[in-house]
T-cell receptor, first 111, second 116 residues
Framework: NAGVTQTPKFQVLKTGQSMTLQCAQD?????MSWYRQDPGMGLRLIHY???????DQGEVPNGYNVSRSTTEDFPLRLLSAAPSQTSVYFC??????????FGSGTRLTVV | GESVGLHLPTLSVQEGDNSIINCAYSNSASDYFIWYKQESGKGPQFIID?????DKRQGQRVTVLLNKTVKHLSLQIAATQPGDSAVYFCAENMNAGGTSYGKLTFGQGTILTVHP
């Protein structure tokens, strides 16, 4: 098992550009989530999914879209990047209430 | 809104000492708690978890204590080693009929530094 794989690891965007952060897991986990981590802070939930075809907003959803067409993939889309979205983004998956597994993160800079 | 927070932002200990990292939570409906370790440049790594129907749970060199009366969570690391140096986060999850899976609320984190 590769676990939770995030791509790319690093990305620089110009303000207004769009991009998709990829997240894939090969553990057949139903539950997947996206978090952002800003310097000196804990992780904040952006969006989450409890299964294919089902997504919902977290604490800081503005500026981000998600979809869950398959169990394995949970991409995060930035439609029009802003400097405030400069952060480290983590994807996580879980089979149920237990055992959250995090990816290694995508470091995004918006200039 | 309710949140999870940490009392101490930094903790420095000598190698071999025991470490205690504290966390306060304010959501009395939270029923599942997790401690994560995050090393520089890496994602959070699961350490240990505890459900609200338990007061204590032990792992390898780590113990989590839950005091629901005062809404307090602690992580104890025995015989702390330099490799334990990292940021430690507590996180809570409220099981609202199965719809809250995947919704972790994190504390700010405690930086643990272990000196040889």
């Amino acid at each position: 098992n590769a676990g939770v794989t995030q791509t790319p690891k690093f990305q620089v965007l110009k303000t207004g550009q769009s991009m998709t952060l990829q997240c894939a897991q090969d553990m057949n986990h139903e539950y997947m989530s996206w978090y952002r981590q800003d310097p000196g802070m804990g992780l904040r939930l952006i969006h989450y999914s409890v299964g294919a075809g089902i997504t919902d907003q977290g604490e800081v959803p503005n500026g981000y879209n998600v979809s869950r067409s398959t169990t394995e993939d949970f991409p995060l889309r930035l439609l029009s990047a802003a400097p405030s979205q400069t952060s480290v983004y983590f994807c996580a998956s879980s089979p149920d209430l237990d055992g959250y597994t995090f990816g290694s993160g995508t470091r995004l800079t918006v200039v | 809104g309710e949140s999870v927070g940490l009392h101490l932002p930094t903790l420095s200990v000598q190698e071999g000492d025991n470490s205690i990292i504290n966390c306060a939570y304010s959501n009395s409906a939270s029923d599942y708690f997790i401690w994560y370790k995050q090393e520089s440049g890496k994602g959070p790594q699961f350490i240990i978890d505890i459900r609200s129907n338990m007061d204590k749970r032990q792992g390898q060199r780590v113990t989590v204590l839950l005091n629901k009366t005062v809404k307090h969570l602690s992580l104890q690391i025995a015989a702390t080693q330099p490799g334990d140096s990292a940021v430690y986060f507590c996180a809570e999850n409220m099981n609202a009929g199965g719809t809250s899976y995947g919704k972790l609320t994190f504390g700010q984190g405690t930086i643990l530094t272990v000196h040889p």
